[in-house]
């Protein structure tokens, strides 16, 4: 129901702010560049640019829909949330002999995630304990129930009443209303039922908001940010896990290269090395270095080793295959022309092959840094004692969702980092892609 | 300086698909030294076999090649090569690209800059000389290969159809800066083309060829490109002789290319 509700208000800010965003362009802007007096945009892949407004809406939208179906303390739009506080609602017990007594039950609500929301103390808040009340008069007394948000629980009325169930006293009355087993009463404050053995029950409602386990609010991820750099989490700190990952990443990437590179070349120039090792790459590629980590762990332990090994293994293919589609990418005449300037073996190689490989270097590079990236967090899911996978691992073990999910967007960032990173290395290096 | 023997090359290799091609025939040719040739013939005449042959890029089944009187076994620098598409190297400015060739031979920055600075202002490009060369039209990409080939100091220049993808009117400017070239520098000249017009105007010889097997079909001798040097091409088109040897070359190659069309429709 929510993921729909959430979906419909998604579309809803997407199409809203597109026609807001045209009319404020058309209003206030206008471009007078040549694409701008493109009319044929649709189907012109040349025409369509990304329109940066839209960007920026785009991520504000998923921040501002974390907030306001969560139940974040910020002060922004929110959905509606679950109930909290106090309810009353009546009972009415009736005797088989025809006698009847009505009595209240106060039902108290309190944040589910209370123990680990620090109160105005600083400290930690508590689970509030039973309000004391009257017993009332007559032979059904009042009970009280303290119940946690998104939580249900059964109401054993009886157990302080003057009659028990094997008197054969039965609840006929919820508030005043006529009920039977299996039935129930939607209150606004949640629902009131009976179950098929006649006890009363109540489930507080639970409104469009995630609970804290499964979503927490963005400020309680930031919070959680902060505190893992500056107290850590398992004996390190966020940068050490963050680092322990990435180093394992580069290194296991810079020996890929280190290797494949110079095996592509090698399947790429001769006759013998693209013979002995074309069934080696073409097996090994479609096998998914996930599938390895078993076998790495057989090897090679628990340790470093086996992770950049497993690194290792995923970068190499990579590269091996994009070093030799880029010297098939060499055309033959500049190969010609270069020997026919007088160019050796060895001079073609280096003043050739090499930087005309580049581009395809480039590519299979931020492939490989992709794939090692996504590798490193499930090896480090499986067996590690730092690293941001197995933070992530760990803090899932104990319920911790919103370490799970600042690992998350710290993979991501770092892995969006990364990649423009080698892109920008790559328009620095190779300035002719894409102009030839 | 010397010329160059085309003695009596065949090539014949076997097809995938158990047939084989008899691509050249008992070609025999003798270049003087500072002749301009011009080859032209229909497509699949083996000309650019033949010139792949010349360069070193491939092997004849029989025969030879002869320059400086040692037998071509491979590509050198003593006979240099322009492509079509100029076959620049563009992660190198239009200066690396020219001293290439000096470069290889490890000659000295000072000696390598004055022979680049000479060749780009001959071609005229001396206010390109550190651009890149994609920034380049496809006319001045064709100037920096025809440098970097000089710069090499060939005996023999061959020219694989270099002005093929140019505009006419940046073609007719690249003619006469061949031919200036051509005059000026006194070097052996293999060109190969399909316009039988650059074929009349460049080549001091002409050769037509023939398909199937490739072979020499026609050889004459001009005077246009004589004519043409310095002077303007256009005045050279005017010449009664140039009407008349066009015409004739043209419907030699027509015929031919009849008979190929023929034969497919035979064999299909």
């Known amino acids: ?78 959905a509606k949330g679950p109930f909290e506080g106090a309810v009353k609602f009546t009972y009415t017990a009736t005797l088989p002999d025809g006698r009847s007594d009505d009595a209240t039950v106060s039902v108290l609500v309190y944040p589910e995630d209370v123990q680990l929301t620090d109160g105005p103390d600083g400290k930690p808040g508590k689970i509030p304990a039973k309000p004391s009340i009257e017993p009332g008069e007559g032979f059904a007394k009042n009970d009280v ?40 009463i939607i209150l606004s404050e949640g629902r009131l039922a009976l179950t098929d053995k006649g006890t009363p029950f109540f489930e507080p409602a639970k409104g469009f908001r995630m609970a804290r386990l499964y979503l927490p609010a963005p400020e309680v991820a930031s919070d959680r940010f902060w505190k893992l750099n500056n107290e ?26 280190l290797l494949g590179i110079p095996l592509g070349y090698a399947m790429g120039l001769t006759n013998w090395a693209r013979g002995w090792f074309d069934p080696i790459v073409e097996f090994m590629r479609p096998v998914p270095p996930l599938a390895l980590i078993p076998l790495m762990i057989i090897w090679f332990g628990i340790g470093e080793t086996s992770k950049v090994i497993l690194l290792f293994l995923a970068a190499l293919w990579i590269m091996a295959i994009a070093a030799r589609s880029g010297v098939s990418g060499v055309a033959i005449a500049k190969v010609h022309a270069a020997y026919s300037l007088g160019a050796s073996k060895w001079q073609i190689l280096l003043k050739v092959i090499i930087p005309n490989s580049l581009p395809e270097i480039f590519t299979g590079a931020r492939v490989a840094m992709g ?47 990364i990649d423009i990173g080698i892109r920008q290395l790559e328009s620095w290096l190779v300035p002719w892609k894409g102009k030839v | 300086m010397s010329g160059l023997l085309i003695d009596n090359i065949s090539m014949r290799f076997d097809l995938p698909n158990g047939g084989s091609v008899q691509a050249l025939k008992n070609v025999t040719l003798d270049i003087k030294s500072g002749e301009l040739l011009s080859v032209l013939g229909p497509s699949g005449c083996g000309k650019t076999t033949l010139l792949n042959i010349v360069a070193g ?35 190198m400015t239009v200066r690396e690209n020219v001293s290439f060739g000096p470069d290889m031979k490890k000659m000295p920055r000072a000696q390598s800059r004055k022979i680049v600075d000479r060749l780009l202002e001959v071609v005229g490009l001396q206010d390109f000389k550190d651009k890149a060369v994609y920034e380049l ?14 710069a090499n100091e060939p005996d023999v220049i061959l020219m694989d159809e270099p002005l093929g993808a140019l505009d006419a009117l940046t073609r007719e400017k690249m003619q006469s800066l061949v031919l200036d070239l051509w005059k000026e520098t006194g070097k052996t000249i293999i060109l190969i083309t399909h316009s039988v017009e650059e074929a009349l ?5 002409l050769l037509v060829m023939a398909p199937r097997p490739g072979r020499i079909h026609k050889e004459y001798r001009l005077p246009f490109a004589e004519m ?41």
């Open chain 1, 371 to 417: 794939v090692c990236w996504g590798t490193v967090v499930a090896a480090e899911l499986v067996a590690a004692e730092k690293g941001l996978g197995m933070m992530i691992m760990v803090a899932a073990k104990f319920q911790l969702t919103d370490i799970v999910i600042v690992g998350i967007i710290l993979i991501g960032v770092i892995g969006f980092l």
């Open chain 2, 57 to 91: 890029f491939l092997a004849p089944t029989s025969g030879q090649i002869i320059v400086n009187e040692k037998s071509v076994k491979g590509p050198g620098a003593e006979r240099g090569m322009v492509f079509q598409q100029g076959a620049l190297f563009e992660w």
């Open chain 1, 1 to 78: 129901m929510t993921g729909i509700i959430l979906l419909a208000v998604y579309i809803a800010i997407f199409a809203v702010s597109m026609v807001a965003v045209a009319w404020c362009t058309k209003q206030f802007f206008t471009r007078a560049d040549y694409t701008s007096l493109k009319t044929v945009t649709f189907g012109d892949e040349s025409a369509v640019r990304p329109n940066r407004a839209a960007s920026v809406i785009s991520v504000l939208a998923i921040f501002a829909l974390w907030a306001a179906f969560t139940n974040t303390s910020l002060p922004v739009l929110k």
């Open chain 2, 201 to 205: 105007l460049l080549g001091e010889r």
């Open chain 1, 232 to 257: 850590g989490y398992r004996n390190f700190t966020l940068l050490e896990h963050t680092w322990a990952s990435l180093s394992r990443v580069i290194y296991g990437f810079l020996l890929g290269a």
């Open chain 2, 137 to 150: 039209s496809g006319g001045m990409q064709q100037r920096v290969a025809l440098a970097r080939c000089l």
């Open chain 2, 228 to 268: 043409g040097a310095g002077a303007d091409l256009r005045e050279v088109k005017k010449h009664p002789d140039y009407a008349k040897t066009r015409e004739e070359i043209l419907s030699m190659i027509w015929e031919m290319e009849e008979e190929i069309m023929g034969r497919t429709e035979e064999s299909a």
């Open chain 1, 145 to 184: 129930l303290v119940i946690a948000r998104y939580g249900s629980k059964l109401i054993s009325v009886f157990s302080n009443d003057e009659f028990k169930k094997p008197d054969g006293v039965k609840v006929t009355h919820l508030n005043g209303q006529a009920i039977a087993p299996g039935e129930e």
